[in-house]
């Protein structure tokens, strides 16, 4: 369960409330001037093949509280020089993201060409539209296309960004882009008063900017040069383990590092659950209903994680079908029992529920703070607790604990999300800090099921049915992702989803079921026809049987890599395809794709035959891979991996032959 990031903010709040109210400077308003030597420049500095560079990219971030409520002003300048076609079709659209609470303001655009001809970008040519990141994320953006862009040209943009309701407290600066950047420069402005007793902090990861140097008006500097380009590489760590970045946040000056910090930590979190997981003769009640005849511990818990699960509707997820008004009428739960009694509430109330009746059980509870391996990779040398903001329930049985989340709503009994699986968990003790790691589910738990009847036609057209149902983690980020949206949007991405691998079917049927039941696999289906499927020659039909990985390319295509191969969890692929042969057609050569192991780590098997009347193809295919635990591998490990997946892909694009020349009857 991700917990939102509060405790220190409400702490910086409440110090605000005794600073006098101020305003930061807008920031300039001027383009700087053009260095002749960056408009000849005719190659890249920074990486000898790329397409375009930034000469700087240069941000002030500066704090203030303005009538009382705090606010981060973010002033952004970028000058990019564009050196090819490529360069000039990346770097000439420009979306700004922002989230609900901010403003985007002062957007200035220009582009500068070979010969000093200067066009402005129109105020009128900025809009607001929704992008979607590649982890499926939507966010907001204020998007432009910069004028007149050509290879030898410079553009520069520039804007402000206003963050509202809060300081530059955990706030994440970046060094790296899409395309190299010869000089990257912070100027930060930490809020100063006497009355606010936090200092601010920094705190760098995969970099070494220079010294901190005090500047005018409060500002202190950093820079790097010559940073490479930030390249995406298919099942690669999360970015922030991997690019360069610095953390700026407020903190008391302390003495607390390593253990002791820890140890501290655990015994504060022990002490600040301790009341919310406390039953009382009501929690203790629905106990004794939700576990009836249950005989074992394991019994226990998982009609207790059912009774959460089904009793208590949970306002944070889109499967409650509540309104936003609905929502903000729903009364603040101060205890197990407020919940018990509302029968409302969010994943924390329910999580704290959850663990209030295992304890009435008679069952040991827990809370732990895990690290969120979506995000980054823990490094316990750095004394906080920004990066261990999830929280899931740890039960104890017998001598070992079991890890608990019921108020996600889609991840099953015995299971947590994918980023809280195989994590660093501190677990809340009021005398040690216990450290932890939660267990990752096997290959089994997280399946893509697939299946398929379909009817191929002398011409080379497959017709029919075909459905897929995704268990574990698949079926959690799915109904994450579509349970907000409405049945004719859910339908649009899926049909979009099918076309964009079998460009030429037509589709008809769609169906997408369970996408807010927490329990039932989400399953969706469809009727399916694709013209010239099969390739005809002569009395020949070549067929693909494996449907499913039909157009799928590969998922290593680079000879060479530069990070870490990290898969996010195991997971297993059981398919089946039934093909109705056209009359008169059989096997010309049986053989089937060939099987290959990778060990404890992974597998792949297929069976292809045809029924006794010779009239269906029958074809099977499964494929596991995560065995033992093995999602992350060093860099060296690439050559056998992509040997593996290259091999995966050659089998699944197996061709058979079907030959004319018997007649059914």
């Known amino acids: 369960m991700l917990l939102p990031r509060c405790f220190s ?15 930061i400077a807008a920031g300039s308003d001027e383009w700087r001037p053009i260095e002749p030597a960056d408009l000849a420049l005719k190659a890249p500095v920074v990486e000898k093949d790329a397409d375009a560079e930034a000469i700087f990219w240069e941000v002030k971030v500066a704090d203030d509280v303005e009538y009382g409520a705090p606010r981060t ?14 360069g000039r079709e990346s770097q000439s659209r420009i979306d700004i993201p922002f989230y609900n609470n901010w403003s985007i303001k002062d957007i200035a655009a220009r582009t500068i060409k070979v010969d000093g001809t200067i066009i402005e970008l129109k105020k009128e040519d900025v809009f607001e539209r929704t992008i979607v990141k590649a982890s499926g994320a939507k966010l907001k953006a204020k998007s432009f296309v910069m004028p007149g862009v050509e290879p030898g040209a410079i553009i520069e943009y520039r804007w402000r960004e206003v963050r509202n309701d809060r300081l530059a407290n955990y706030i994440r600066l970046q060094f790296q882009r899409e395309i190299p950047v010869q000089l990257v420069k912070y100027y930060i402005k930490p809020l100063m008063d006497p009355a606010f007793p936090y200092g601010m902090r920094l705190k760098t990861f995969q970099a070494t ?28 760590p999360p970015e922030d383990s991997v690019r360069p970045w610095m953390l700026i946040y407020y903190a008391l000056d302390r003495s607390l590092s390593g253990d002791r910090f820890w140890r501290q930590l655990g015994k504060e979190n022990f002490e600040s659950h301790k009341s919310a997981m406390k039953p009382n003769d009501d929690v203790k009640q629905a106990v004794a209903k939700a576990i009836g005849d249950a005989a074992t511990p394991e019994e226990k818990l998982q009609r207790i994680f059912e009774f959460c699960r089904t009793n208590i509707k949970n306002i944070r997820n889109d499967s409650s079908g509540m309104t936003t008004e609905e929502r903000s009428k729903v009364k603040e739960n101060k205890s197990a029992s407020d919940t018990l009694k509302h029968g409302v509430g969010n994943g924390y109330d329910i999580d704290m529920l959850f663990a209030a009746m295992v304890t009435a059980a008679g069952i040991e509870a827990r809370v732990v703070n895990l690290s969120d391996r979506g995000d980054i990779f823990l490094d316990k040398s750095f004394a906080d607790d920004y990066f261990i903001q999830t929280y899931d329930i740890a039960v104890r049985i017998g001598e070992n604990w079991r890890f608990y989340d019921p108020g996600s709503t889609y991840v099953p009994f015995g299971m947590l999300r994918w980023q809280e699986e195989g994590s660093d968990a501190l677990l809340a003790d009021p005398k040690e800090a216990v450290w932890i790691k ?15 009847h379909l009817r191929l036609s002398e011409d080379g057209t497959l017709e029919g049915d075909a459905s897929v149902e995704y268990s574990g983690h698949f079926a959690i980020d799915k109904k994450n992702f579509f349970d907000g949206d409405s049945a004719t949007k859910q339908e649009e991405t899926l049909r979009d989803s099918l076309k964009s691998r079998l460009s030429t079917s037509e589709l008809s049927n769609i169906k997408i079921e369970n996408v807010t039941d927490p329990v039932k696999p989400l399953v969706y289906s469809y009727h399916i026809k694709v013209a010239g499927y099969a390739q005809r020659t002569g009395k020949r039909l070549f067929l693909q049987p494996e449907f499913f990985q039909r157009n799928v390319e590969p998922l290593f295509n680079s000879s060479q890599r530069q990070n870490a191969i990290y898969f996010h969890y195991p997971w297993s692929e059981d398919d089946e395809v039934i093909i109705d042969l056209p009359d008169g057609y059989a096997l010309d050569s049986a053989d089937a794709p060939e099987p290959f192991t990778g060990g404890p780590v992974g597998e792949y098997k297929v069976s292809v035959g045809v029924s006794k009347d010779g009239k269906l193809l029958v074809y099977k295919r499964n494929f596991f891979f995560g065995g033992g635990g093995n999602i992350l591998f060093p860099l060296s490990s690439y050559p056998q991996l992509k040997v593996f997946f290259e091999k995966l892909h050659n089998e699944d694009n197996h061709i058979i032959t079907l030959k004319q020349g018997t007649t059914s009857n």
Do not use: W
């Open 9 to 23: 903010s409400r702490i910086v709040l409440l110090c605000l409330l005794l600073v006098p109210g101020t305003a």
């Open 73 to 86: 002003v973010l002033t952004h300048y970028l000058r990019i020089k564009i050196f090819t076609d490529r």
């Open 209 to 236: 900017p220079s010294p901190m140097a005090k500047e005018k008006n409060g500002f202190f500097s950093t820079f790097i040069t010559n940073v490479p380009a930030f390249h995406e590489e298919a099942r690669m």
């Open 438 to 452: 939660t267990p990752l589910s096997t290959p089994e738990k997280s399946q893509e099921k697939r299946r398929a």
